[in-house]
């Protein structure tokens, strides 16, 4: 119980951190990036699918591919960038403290990896990865999807994954 409530209270202080850090990026024009990754489960490379999108200076940029395209081992291949409301920005940064923790399906294998990072110029500022797979996770891993909704929903993935 006291370990619960220690957890809860790095919470909080964690996000009023992020809040503060963050109160100045209300534009789309700042030095803060926003980036969603998306890892599907390990299949064949013809149909294992990833996507990162990132988004900064009021442009959302999306890389969709095979294995090595998030971490930019390999080439996507499809690229595509579009410009963003201050709406979504705004969106995006007011959503960063409803995120959920990390989170690790233990034991599982054949999942899909979730994760959004915020840094500025400087520093990493938040960045939580969630592992599904099966049932475990997926309510968090919906929440990271729901999160850059405002922003993925501009592209087509499935026609750039093509």
């Given at each position: ?22 109160v ?8 803060t990036?926003?980036?969603?990754s ?51 920005w ?5 959503g ?64 750039l994954?093509?």
């Amino acid at each position: 119980m006291a370990a619960a409530r220690l957890r809860l209270a790095a919470a909080i202080g964690l996000t009023g951190i992020i809040a503060t850090m963050l109160v100045g990026c209300t534009s789309t024009e700042s030095t803060t990036a926003i980036t969603y990754s998306f890892v599907g489960s390990s299949v064949a490379p013809a149909y294992h699918t990833e996507y990162r999108i990132d988004v900064r200076d009021g442009r959302a940029t999306i890389r969709v591919g095979s294995y090595g395209t998030v971490d930019e081992t390999e080439s996507p291949r499809a690229t595509e960038s579009k410009k963003i409301s201050d709406k979504q920005w705004r969106s995006l940064i007011g959503g960063l403290d409803r995120l959920p923790s990390s989170a690790d399906a233990k034991g599982c294998t054949g999942g899909s990896t979730f994760r959004v990072t915020a840094a500025d110029e400087a520093k990493t500022l938040l960045d939580t990865t969630v592992y599904a797979c099966g049932d475990a996770n997926q309510a968090k891993a919906d929440a990271l999807a729901d999160f850059i909704k405002p922003v993925s929903s501009m592209f087509d993935i499935e026609a750039l994954r093509s």
